[in-house]
């Protein structure tokens, strides 16, 4: 089982990345899938959540509005949209899959905004 996030970087307040999460060694299209993400010094913090077909979407009051979450279940690929970015979203970013009693973290993906 591997969750493989990218499209981390540098960017100014203001401006936008998209973040990928690639999925393998599962049933990709079963499972819930979510951003988490974890700024030095704070608890990892819940961003956005897709259902597994992708017809319901859930966003932390911090990025809503902002991010945007959406799923390729034929590639088995979970992104985040992240526009209109501010330096408190500085955070290492990491993907989640969860179906049941079963779960599974990337090893993440560092977001640094500077002001």
Not at 40 to 47: I, T, Y
Not at 72 to 85: H, I, R
Request: aromatic share 14%; hydrophobic share 30%.
């Amino acid at each position: 089982v591997q969750l493989v996030e990218s499209g981390g970087g540098l960017v100014q307040a203001g401006g936008s990345l998209r973040l990928s999460c690639a999925a393998s060694g599962f049933t990709f299209s079963s499972y819930v899938m979510r951003w988490y993400r974890q700024a030095p010094g704070k608890e990892r913090e819940w961003v956005a959540t897709i259902t597994s077909t992708g017809g319901w979407t859930r966003y932390g009051n911090s990025v809503k509005g902002r991010f945007t979450i959406s799923r390729d279940n034929a590639k088995n690929m979970v992104y985040l949209q992240m526009n209109s970015l501010k330096p408190e979203d500085t955070a290492v970013y990491y993907c989640h899959a969860e179906s049941g009693n079963y779960d599974y973290w990337g090893q993440g993906t560092q977001v640094v905004v500077s002001s």
